[in-house]
C-alpha cells in the first residue's frame, strides 16, 4: 500500500495487483482505493493471471478516447480485468477465458474475495 502511494506521486496511474487479495489503484486527485478480487470456482492455474489482467485492461483503455477516460469508468475497467483473470485461473494454460457477458456477470453478482 506505501509504495502505490509513493508511485503515485509520479502523477502515473499506479496498480498494484495482489493475486486473490485483489489490487491497490491509486491516480492523481483520489485517495488510494483496495478493490477485492473475484471468486473463481477452483484455482487450477494461476500463470498468466497478470498478464490477462494487464491485457484487458488496455484493450478496454484503448476503446475509450482520453475524455471518456473518466475515474468511475477505470474502476469499471479494473473490475472487467480483475473478473477476466478470476476464470482464466481455473484451467490450466490459456483455456479459461470466458465471454464479456460470462465476465459481466461474475462482476454483477458481487462473489469477491472478502
Known amino acids: 500500500e ?5 508511485l503515485s506521486k509520479t502523477g ?18 483520489h485517495p488510494i482505493l483496495h478493490l477485492n478480487a473475484y471468486k473463481p470456482d477452483k484455482v487450477e492455474d494461476e500463470t498468466g493471471a ?6 484487458i485492461l488496455l484493450l478496454e483503455l484503448g476503446k475509450l478516447s482520453p475524455e471518456d477516460r473518466t475515474y468511475d469508468k477505470l ?5 472487467l480485468a480483475s ?3 478470476s476464470f482464466l485461473v481455473e ?3 490459456p483455456s479459461g477465458y470466458k ?3 460470462e465476465i459481466l456477470k461474475r462482476i454483477d453478482s458481487g462473489e469477491e474475495i472478502i
Open 50 to 55: 497478470g498478464d490477462c489482467f494487464m491485457a
Open 75 to 79: 474502476i469499471e475497467i479494473i473490475k
Open 83 to 85: 473478473a477476466s483473470s
Open 91 to 93: 484451467k490450466k494454460g
Open 2 to 6: 506505501e509504495a502505490t502511494i509513493e
Open 12 to 29: 502515473a496511474h499506479i496498480f498494484t495487483t495482489l493475486g486473490p487479495k485483489g489490487l491497490y489503484y491509486k491516480c492523481n486527485n
Open 99 to 101: 465471454s464479456k457477458k
